[in-house]
């Protein structure tokens, strides 16, 4: 999958000037040989529409007990990152091409119109 750009970010509580260093987290939770973290470079002082085009691939045995998850953070410090939004759903409900994929809040609350876009393909 391709992580092409973020889009209205939401702001982060923690940060100094309010403008975030965001950075995403893919996650692949499973059986174990299938869980897997990967995560993109921080992008300095852009929440509104931050680019990473970053490639990340990932080798699942059992596609079916598979979940992906982009949760999405700011960096306050090297050791401090600050959750901003996440969205959690079955590998397999995942459709090859662009897609937009929402953000939520921890408790579930949809971050109108925050999103980000990724390219899917797999074989």
Known sequence: MQLIS???LPPSNLSRTNKADP????EIHGVPEDQVKQQ???IKSNALCPRWNETFT???QVPELALVRFSVEDQISLAANEFLGQ??????C???GYRHVPLF???GDRLDPASL???IWYY
């Not at 950075?23 to 893919?26: A, E, M, T, W």
């Open 117 to 119: 876009f990724v390219y």
């Open 40 to 42: 993109t470079c921080v």
């Open 87 to 92: 969205y959690t759903l079955p590998l397999l």
């Open 94 to 96: 995942m459709n090859k």
């Open 58 to 60: 990932f080798n699942i």
């Open 105 to 107: 809040s921890k408790l």
């Open 6 to 8: 973020g889009y209205q």
């Open 23 to 26: 950075l995403v987290q893919i």
